[in-house]
């Protein structure tokens, strides 16, 4: 009995293991890169002179909770040069809103890389979330993990450890 307990212990390392490695931070970015690159290849041809055009038309989608619009509109606007890490941060909001989570999350990754110390830990923060909330577990621990070294937040720890844990094991089919 012994013996098959270590063996137990040992799969539930390898796998524990197996999952901390499955995600790490160039995945999240990597995604966060592709949607910016599909923003700007679809404004492409776009007059530049609209992007105040479309920062207005995003706004006022917004103010009638037209969440799709108002992510259209502004995702336009950065494509044609208005990217900054208040646009990123705004379009983050409207496509969690949307029910875009993924992509919510890639916006808001994209205004984290703009900023530096508690405010860049604070905006990977809200990555962290919505990977959480997206499902994505092994992603969500990385980015708290790089969040949480440029600004405390026990509730997050705490969720990152939650996560951790409930990563740790999984069931795994098997036959003897």
Do not use: C
């Amino acid at each position: 009995m012994t013996s098959l307990r270590r063996v137990v212990v040992a799969l539930a390392l390898i796998l524990w293991a197996g999952t901390a490695a499955a995600a790490d931070i160039s995945d999240i970015e990597n995604r966060a890169n592709a949607y910016r690159d599909s923003i700007i290849t679809a404004a492409q041809g776009a007059d530049p002179q609209l992007t105040g055009l479309r920062l207005s038309e995003a706004a006022a989608a917004e103010q009638q909770a037209r969440w799709n619009e108002a992510s259209s509109k502004l995702r336009q606007a950065i494509g044609m040069g208005a990217e900054d890490a208040a646009a990123w941060q705004k379009l983050s909001e409207y496509e969690e809103k949307s029910g875009d989570l993924a992509d919510a999350a890639s916006a808001a990754y994209l205004s984290a890389r703009i900023q530096a110390g508690d405010s860049r830990g604070k905006a990977l923060l809200r990555v962290a979330t919505l990977l959480d909330h997206a499902g994505e577990p092994d992603q969500a621990v990385v980015v708290y993990e790089a969040a949480l070294k440029l600004t405390w937040d026990s509730d997050a720890n705490d969720r990152m450890e939650q996560l951790r844990q409930s990563q740790a094991f999984h069931a795994v089919p098997h036959r003897l």
